[in-house]
């Protein structure tokens, strides 16, 4: 069994891969569970300019339905989503989690007071530490108006975008942190290993890094995916199997795949040996 839950096709704005190109590399790649998780971002912001990013989801379940036929004795496909969360769009999002039969959902969080953390314009209006401190305070508000989800997004994504938060401890940021994971926790929520930065950002770490891994383990948290938020066939099962055994080293005893938005708890040592 070799998983990837995090992976992007044509259907999002900044994917060129059509869908059964990314369902043939994973094949290619020996990768058994898939989600596709196309990006849906309201109100998001592209240089200044906000716009919707989606797309049409009844020919997205319609194209996922055939292919999951198509390759079912290579590949168990599921139906994902990578849902753009900010705060004033609780409901916005509740409706489209609603409306549509999802296995999956990464709950991420693009944008901070309205900016793209991908353009910068956030870090230079800010400190590191109001940097951080907002990020974190705006996933938390957004995170417990959602009516479910699966697990958070690449959780520090603003390492792939502002280098000084490299060298900024993270463990003042921990309350904060805290309070997010204890909502996970106590909602069978989890969060994602993220190794989409290492190629295309040359992060040479995972999202979140090993150092919150660590502590979400500490607070007894068991939900986890991986996910190599791959956009072209290539870069699927990125870094797999070197996560599974950092996982196993910091104590993990699961990584999980989803079905109709209920985790499936899979051993890591039997996926290792
Ligand atoms: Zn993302
Ligand atoms: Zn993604």
Redesign the pocket.
């Known amino acids: 069994m070799k998983i990837d839950f995090h992976a992007h096709s044509s259907f999002s704005n900044d994917s060129q891969a059509p869908i059964e190109d990314m369902v043939k590399g994973a094949i290619e790649k020996g990768i058994t569970h898939l989600a596709i998780t196309d990006h849906i971002d309201y109100d998001y912001d592209e240089d200044g300019v906000i716009n919707d990013w989606d797309f049409d989801l009844d020919q997205y379940f319609e194209a996922i339905k055939t292919l999951k036929e198509q390759y079912q004795s290579k590949i168990k496909l599921h139906a994902g989503v ?1 849902l753009g969360i900010q705060p004033h769009l609780a409901e916005r999002c509740n409706k489209l989690i609603k409306q549509y039969p999802f296995d999956f959902i990464i709950a ?1 969080l ?1 944008t901070v007071d309205c900016k793209d953390l991908y353009n910068k314009k956030y870090f230079k209006t800010r400190t590191n530490a109001q940097a951080l401190r907002e990020y974190y305070d705006a996933y938390y508000k957004s995170v417990i108006q959602l009516d479910d989800f699966s697990v958070l ?2 959780l520090d994504l603003y390492l792939r975008y502002w280098e000084p938060l490299k060298s900024e401890p993270i463990r003042p940021y921990f309350d904060q942190i805290e309070m997010l994971f204890k909502h996970l926790i106590q909602n069978e929520k989890g969060i994602e290993v993220n190794s989409g930065g290492y190629f295309k950002y040359n992060l040479m770490s995972n999202n979140p890094s090993d150092e919150i891994l660590k502590f979400y383990k500490s607070l007894k948290g068991e939900v986890i995916t991986l996910g190599s ?1 791959a956009h072209t066939p290539e870069h699927i099962g990125t870094l797999h199997d070197e996560n599974l055994q950092l996982l196993d080293a910091i104590g993990f005893k699961y990584v999980c795949t989803f079905e109709e938005l209920k985790p499936k708890y899979h051993s890591i040592k039997s996926l290792l040996y």
Do not use: Q
Request: charged share 35%; net charge negative.
């Open positions: 990578e991420s693009h997004g690449h938020d």
